[in-house]
């Protein structure tokens, strides 16, 4: 049985990103409850153009992992994405917001999430080796401290990735009354990151009984610095990684 099956999970990822984990803890057994302690603002700036620009010169694929990540691409953008350069989607939803926001997607990952993503993108490469000289390029258009799925699993095939952040998420502000927690009936909450952190205490009651599970040390040291009580703390990235030490 999952270790989540029954309990009533907190869910504090941004808005936009939220839902494939949402999904997953419900395929578990649980009940996702999606409390978005995270706000995502666009790079909307002049170093961040030309780095998006740079990233793409030469790339084979722009890979896709949110729909924030395609409406920054759009707002960095205006002209499109280069007819050269082929685009991936983590996931339907992020596909969807692609053909109608850059006017295409070519590549959908088939499980909607980043190593998915990766894996498609390594078997695509495969499939269609580039007669040029240099190896092929991917650039990413992502958050600040987004998951590195494709560097891991590309690079050490050859592939050159190029990473432009062009979307940040800070800590939602704070909330005049806070959510009390324990009237939702949550019994779980999933941290991903210091400033999921900072975003929850200002946003809600925790309650003194909650499992709180951390994505890894830097969330931990975080969560502990605002007194919650961390139960466990991920060895590796991810909601599986997360998974994997619920007590």
Known sequence: MSPVAGR?????????????WAERLAALGATPVVFPCLVCETLDDAPTRAALAAALDGAAWLALTSRRGVEAVAALMPGGVPPSVAV?????????????????????????????????????????????????KIAIAAADRAER???????????????????????????????????????????ASPSAVAGLVHRAVVPDGAVIVTIGPSTTEAARAHGLAVRSEARRPGLEGILEVIP
């Open 8 to 20: 009533t999970v907190l869910v504090t990822r941004a808005a936009e990103d939220a839902a494939p």
């Open 88 to 136: 991936a989607a983590v996931g339907p939803a992020t596909a969807t917001a692609a053909r109608a926001l850059l006017g295409r997607c070519e590549l959908v990952a088939p499980e909607g999430t980043g190593a998915s993503l990766a894996e498609a993108l390594r078997r695509e490469l495969a499939a269609h080796p580039s007669p040029a000289a240099p190896p092929p």
């Open 149 to 191: 799925h494709l560097e891991r699993v590309l690079e050490p095939e050859g592939v050159r990735v190029a990473r432009v952040a062009v979307y940040r998420t800070v800590p939602a502000p704070p909330e005049t009354p806070r959510v009390a927690l324990d009237a939702l009936g949550i019994d779980t909450i999933l941290l």
